[in-house]
C-alpha cells in the first residue's frame, strides 16, 4: 500500500474515538439530508439556496449543494468509518464556515443561536481528522 494511502487510513485510536466517530457522523448526515433532500424538518436544497444566499453565501444553490454534501456524505463516511480522514477535513471546515457566517455574532449558547453546538462539532471532526477512525472502522480494516 502506497505510504500517502496508508497515512490517510491509519489509526491506534480505540474504541472511544470509534463511538464519537460514528455519533458525530449521524448529526452531520441528518443536517445533510435536510439541506439536500428536506428530511428532518428541513427545506431541501430550494430552501437552503435562499438561505445560503440571504447570509452573502453565493450562488446559493451551489453553496446548498456542497454545504449539503459535505454533510451527509461526509456524515455517512463517519459512520461507517471509510476515508474518514478526508471527510473530518471537509465537516471541519464546515463547521469552521457555520461558526463564522451563522453563529459567531449571537455569542456561545445555542439559546442565543450561538456556535456552541458548531464548535462541539468541529472539536469532534478535529479529534477524528487526528486520529483516525478506531478500532470499529473500514479504514482500519483496509490499513492493517
Not at 489509526?11 to 443536517?31: D, E, P
Amino acid at each position: 500500500m502506497s505510504t500517502l494511502i496508508n497515512k490517510v487510513l491509519f489509526t491506534r485510536a480505540g474504541y472511544g474515538l470509534t463511538v464519537l466517530r460514528i455519533f458525530v457522523g449521524i448529526i452531520f448526515a441528518a443536517h445533510g439530508a435536510q439541506k439536500l433532500f428536506g428530511m428532518f424538518g428541513g427545506y431541501g436544497i430550494a430552501g437552503t439556496a435562499q438561505y445560503m444566499e440571504s447570509l452573502g453565501l453565493a450562488p446559493g444553490h451551489l453553496m446548498a449543494i456542497l454545504s449539503g454534501g459535505t454533510e451527509f456524505f461526509g456524515g455517512l463516511a463517519l459512520i461507517i468509518g471509510l476515508l474518514v480522514r478526508p471527510a473530518a477535513l471537509g465537516l471541519a471546515f464546515l463547521s469552521l464556515v457555520a461558526i463564522f457566517t451563522v453563529h459567531i455574532s449571537h455569542g456561545l449558547f445555542m439559546s442565543n443561536n450561538g456556535y456552541e453546538f458548531a464548535l462541539a462539532l468541529l472539536g469532534g471532526s478535529i479529534a477524528v481528522l487526528i486520529e483516525g477512525a478506531g478500532k470499529l472502522s473500514v479504514d482500519r480494516a483496509i490499513a492493517d
